[in-house]
C-alpha cells in the first residue's frame, strides 16, 4: 500500500521566523502527521542562502521530514511591498508549475487563490478557512480583497466547487460556507486548534522566577514587575493599538507593568510613535519575529498574555499562552470562550473600547497567580494527535481514491 503523498499549496517558511499562526499550523499538521502520511510544501523562503527558490529540500517539523520548494522571496519582516505576498506566490507556483505538479496524490490550500491554477487536475483538494468568510469584507480586515469582496467571492466559488473537503477553525465560518454553497455540505467541517506541549508547557526547573530573572536583563525588564506579553503580526485584525491604549491607562492608574510586544508588521512604526506619544515607552518593548522556542520562554515568564484582536479565528498563540499556565485577557472574538472564563483563567472584554480593555487588564493582572492551573487545565484536552485524527483519516481516504496520472505518479 502506497503513502499517501500531500502537497501543501501556501507562502509559509516554516523553518524561518515568520509572524503569522497558519506557519505555525502548518508545522503542528506535518509534525504529528503519521508515519503513513508523507508532506511537501510549495512555499516561500526566508532565507534564500539556506533554502533558495526553485530547488527542492529536506526540512523538518519535529522529527518528521517533509519536502519544501520555495516559489518566491518573503517579504522584509514590517514591510508591504507592490503585489500583495498572494499575487507574487501564485505566479511563482504558476512559474515553476513543472517542478510543484508532479510527485503528490492530495492538493492542500490555506487560501483561494492558489487553487485556481490546478482547477483541470482532477486529484483530490482540501483546504483550510482560517478565518469566518464574511470578515473579508468588514473595516478592520488587513485583506485587501475587502475593496474587492465579489471579487474574492467569485475566486473562493470556483475553489470551493472543486473540493473534496475543507476545514474551518470557525464554527461561524463553517456556517457561512454551507449557506453560500449549500453543495458543500458535510464536506466542511470545524476544526479546532491545538497546543504543542512538547514546546508550549510551563517553565521547567529551576522554575518561573529564576526564567524571569535570566531574561529580564535580556529584555530591559524588571523582574519583579508584571508582564504582559502579546504575540502577533502587527496589524489591523491584531489591534496592537488597542492594547497599548489600554496599557497606557493602567499605567496612568499605577500599574507596575512592562508590555512585551512579539511581532512585526506594518504597524510597528506607528506603534512606536503611539508609545513616545503616550508615554509609555520606557514601558513597552518591541522585540520584532522571535523563534518559536524564544516565544515559549517569554510565554512561561510572562504573568499575562494579551490578544486585543479586531477578529479571529481560533488564535495558536492564545493556546500556546494557555499551555504554559499563563492566563489570557482578550476580546471576545473568535472561538476565544471555548478556551478563556473571565475570572478562571482570564478575562474575555465585550467591547473593543480602550476603557473596557484596561479594566479587564487590571483584572486580570491582579488574579492572574491564581489562575496559572486553570490557564493550563483548559487547553488539555487540545493537543494535536487528538484534534487533528480526522484530518489525516481523511488524508488517507483522499489518498486512496486519488486517480493515478503522469503528474503523481512522479515523486519530487
Known amino acids: ?46 532565507d534564500p542562502a539556506a533554502r533558495p527558490v526553485g530547488r527542492w529540500s529536506t526540512c523538518h517539523a519535529g522529527t518528521k521530514p517533509y519536502s519544501f520548494y520555495p516559489v518566491v522571496v518573503a517579504a522584509a519582516p514590517g514591510t508591504r511591498g507592490r503585489l500583495p505576498l498572494s499575487m507574487r506566490y501564485a505566479f511563482g507556483a504558476w512559474r515553476h508549475g513543472r517542478a510543484v505538479r508532479s510527485g503528490f496524490d492530495v492538493f492542500d490550500f490555506h487560501r483561494p487563490e492558489p487553487s485556481l491554477l490546478y482547477l483541470a487536475d482532477q486529484r483530490p483538494k482540501n483546504a483550510y478557512f482560517h478565518q469566518d468568510p464574511k470578515t473579508i469584507s468588514t473595516t478592520a480586515s488587513d485583506n485587501l480583497w475587502r475593496r474587492l469582496p465579489a471579487g474574492y467571492e467569485r475566486i473562493e466559488a470556483r475553489a470551493v466547487e472543486a473540493l473534496s473537503s475543507a476545514w474551518c477553525v470557525r464554527e461561524s ?189 487590571n483584572l486580570a493582572l491582579q488574579s492572574a497567580a491564581g489562575w496559572r492551573q486553570a490557564a493550563l487545565q483548559a487547553v488539555a484536552s487540545y493537543q494535536p494527535a487528538q484534534v487533528l485524527a480526522p484530518v489525516y483519516a481523511r488524508y488517507a481516504e483522499l489518498a486512496a481514491a486519488a486517480p493515478r496520472t503522469p503528474d503523481s505518479g512522479d515523486r519530487a
Open 1 to 46: 500500500m502506497k503513502p499517501g503523498r500531500v502537497r501543501i499549496f501556501y507562502p509559509a517558511d516554516p523553518s524561518g521566523v515568520v509572524a503569522g499562526g497558519i506557519d505555525t499550523f502548518i508545522r503542528g499538521i506535518v509534525k504529528w502527521a503519521p508515519p503513513a502520511l508523507e508532506f511537501s510544501l510549495v512555499g516561500m523562503t526566508t
Open 173 to 361: 465560518g463553517v456556517q457561512t460556507l454551507r449557506s453560500r454553497y449549500p453543495a458543500l455540505g458535510e464536506r466542511i467541517r470545524f476544526l479546532p486548534t491545538w497546543v504543542d506541549a512538547e514546546v508550549f508547557h510551563p517553565a521547567p526547573p529551576p522554575g518561573r522566577e529564576a526564567l524571569r530573572e535570566a531574561l529580564g536583563p535580556e529584555l530591559g525588564a524588571d523582574p519583579k514587575c508584571r508582564w504582559i506579553v502579546f504575540v502577533g503580526r502587527l496589524d489591523t485584525q491584531k489591534n496592537p493599538s488597542l492594547l497599548l491604549e489600554a496599557f497606557a491607562r493602567i499605567r496612568r492608574g499605577g500599574a507596575d507593568a512592562t508590555l512585551l510586544l512579539v511581532g512585526d508588521g506594518v504597524l510597528r512604526k506607528d506603534l512606536q510613535r503611539q508609545a513616545q506619544d503616550g508615554g509609555i515607552a520606557d514601558r513597552v518593548r518591541l522585540l520584532g519575529l522571535q523563534p518559536q522556542a524564544r516565544i515559549a520562554r517569554l510565554l512561561q515568564a510572562a504573568d499575562l498574555f494579551a490578544l486585543s484582536s479586531a477578529y479571529e479565528g481560533m488564535p495558536m498563540a492564545l493556546l500556546e499562552a494557555l499551555g504554559c499556565g499563563t492566563p489570557a485577557i482578550s476580546t471576545d472574538v473568535g472561538e476565544v470562550q471555548r478556551v478563556v472564563q473571565t475570572g478562571v483563567n482570564g478575562v474575555v472584554v465585550g467591547s473593543h473600547a480602550a476603557e473596557d480593555f484596561a479594566a479587564g487588564l
